[in-house]
């Protein structure tokens, strides 16, 4: 009797390790994960974290990232050649090769940017010299458009790190600076075009690696245009080629290997300077100084400020080239 309920314990004790027995990951970086299986499919691993304290978080690795599983019971999964072209016959696609360092992911979309201009510069001192009003304000219209297109390819054997480029094209509205005095007779009437070149480094935050933190700065190109009109006399402004910087950070989310949202918030920093002799109305060309008199500078326009922006864009690959 006693025997038996010795083998009974011993038994139990047994099914209970089997139950709670270690499974190991091997993944491609080197790590060495402690775990027990708990789900497994084409794309991903499902895993609890093996040992004391006992937790019932559930991670999950891209079966792209991982060597090999061994199992309590002895088994080995090999996954070395998941993602491979094996068959012979069926050719391997980057997209397959998303988040590894084999692809090169491009993405283009467009977006809503919100810009708070500051006003306080020579257009505003310029503004109340003509209208003779030191309280007169400058407004702005502060949406814009931007379009872009990114790279991004992925650093190191973690996966967890990117870096990339990107080329921005943004149109300010015809309104983005806009005042108006004495009944509509004086007038400002300014817009921008942005022509911007990026660099930005990424680091994964999560495991599934599709939420990036970016940070990203930036050399901003731009040109003015619009109208003045003083008096009743309207002049077409151009500018000389306006340049400047900007600094961001921000999120990409990744919503699939194929749409990406991604936000920014950041500060801009650009002056664009207006060209001479080149603010044509009908009765022939004119200069905007900053002060009464000919001896006036030239009317500089600030363009700086703190900005945010959103946007969505699609995503397609390419292979890295060896």
């Known amino acids: ?22 499974d190991t990951l091997f993944v491609r970086n080197g790590q060495k994960i402690p775990a027990v299986i708990v789900e497994k499919n084409d794309t991903e691993i499902r895993y609890r974290k093996y040992g004391p304290p006992a937790s019932e978080a559930v991670y999950s690795v891209f079966v792209s990232d991982v060597l090999s599983i061994h199992y309590s019971d002895g088994i080995i999964a090999d996954y ?33 940017d919100h810009f708070n201009r500051k006003m306080e510069d020579d257009l505003l001192l310029f503004w109340r010299n003509v209208t003779a009003n030191p309280k007169a304000v400058i407004e702005g219209n502060p949406v ?39 009944n509509g007779s004086y007038e400002l009437r300014l817009k921008n075009f942005y022509y911007n070149i990026i660099i930005y480094y990424g680091h994964t935050l999560n495991h599934k690696q599709n939420l990036i933190a970016i940070f990203e700065p930036g050399v901003d190109l731009a040109m003015m ?79 700086n400020g703190a900005f945010y922006s959103i946007g969505l864009s699609y995503s397609f690959y390419t292979k890295m080239m060896k």
């Not at 011993?10 to 089997?18: E, G, K, M, P, R």
């Not at 360092?101 to 979309?109: D, E, T, V």
């Not at 002049?235 to 920014?264: P, T």
Request: no cysteine.
């Open 1 to 22: 009797m006693i025997m038996r309920k010795v083998f009974l314990a011993a038994l139990f004790i047994s099914l209970t390790v089997n139950l709670t027995a270690q």
């Open 144 to 182: 814009s458009i931007p379009i872009f297109l990114r790279m991004n390819m992925v650093i190191g054997n973690s996966g967890r790190n990117r870096i990339g480029d990107e080329l921005q094209l943004m149109f300010t509205p015809v309104d983005a600076i806009n005042a108006s005095a004495l």
């Open 225 to 303: 245009s619009g109208y003045i009109k003083l008096n009743n006399v309207k002049y077409d402004l151009s500018a000389n080629l306006g340049v400047g910087f900007h600094q961001a950070a921000g999120i990409d989310w990744l919503l699939s290997k194929r749409i990406m949202l991604s936000g920014r918030a950041g500060y801009r920093f650009l002056k664009t300077k207006e060209s001479h002799e080149d603010s044509r109305s009908s009765t022939g060309f004119s200069s905007f100084r900053v002060g009464p008199g000919a001896t006036g500078d030239l009317l500089k326009v600030r363009w």
């Open 80 to 112: 070395s050649q998941a993602g491979q072209n094996t068959a012979g016959n069926v050719p391997e696609k980057p997209i397959d090769n998303a988040f590894t360092m084999k692809s090169i992911r491009w993405s283009f979309g467009a977006g809503m």
